[in-house]
C-alpha cells in the first residue's frame, strides 16, 4: 500500500529556509520519479520540482532558483530544502510520484508558513 508521509514544516520568517522530508513505502521508490506539490489557500495544487531516479532536478516557476529537490534511495526518503522563503510560499506541501498514478495516494502534506 502506498504512503507519503511529509514533515518538516512549520512556521518560519520571511528570508528564512527550511527542508522538507518526504517518507515513502509501499512501491519501489529507487526506480520511481518523485515531486514535491503545493497548495496554497484558494489555489489549486501546483508542480514545484520533479527528480529522477537518478538525481536529476528539474523545477517549475515555483520552484526555480530558491528549492533544491533531492533524493536518498536508500532510505526512500525525498527532500526539499527551501531557501530565502516568501510569504507567497505559504502552503501545504506534498510529497508524490511524477505523475502521480492515481488520485488516492496523496498524504496529508506538511503546513509551511511564512510569515514575520
Known amino acids: 500500500q502506498v504512503q507519503l508521509v511529509e514533515s518538516g514544516g512549520g512556521l518560519v520568517q520571511p528570508g528564512g529556509s527550511l527542508i522538507l522530508s518526504c517518507a515513502a513505502s509501499g512501491f519501489t521508490f529507487s526506480i520511481t520519479h518523485m515531486g514535491w506539490y503545493r497548495q496554497a489557500p484558494g489555489k489549486e495544487r501546483e508542480l514545484v520540482a520533479t527528480i529522477t531516479q537518478v538525481h536529476t532536478p528539474t523545477y517549475t516557476d515555483a520552484g526555480m532558483g530558491r528549492f533544491t529537490i533531492s533524493r536518498d534511495n536508500l532510505k526512500n526518503t525525498l527532500y526539499l530544502r527551501m531557501n530565502s522563503l516568501k510569504p507567497e510560499d505559504t502552503a501545504v506541501y506534498y510529497c508524490?510520484?511524477?505523475?502521480?498514478?492515481?488520485?488516492?495516494?496523496w498524504g496529508q502534506g506538511t503546513q509551511v508558513t511564512v510569515s514575520s
Open positions: 508524490n510520484r511524477h505523475p502521480p498514478f492515481t488520485s488516492n495516494d
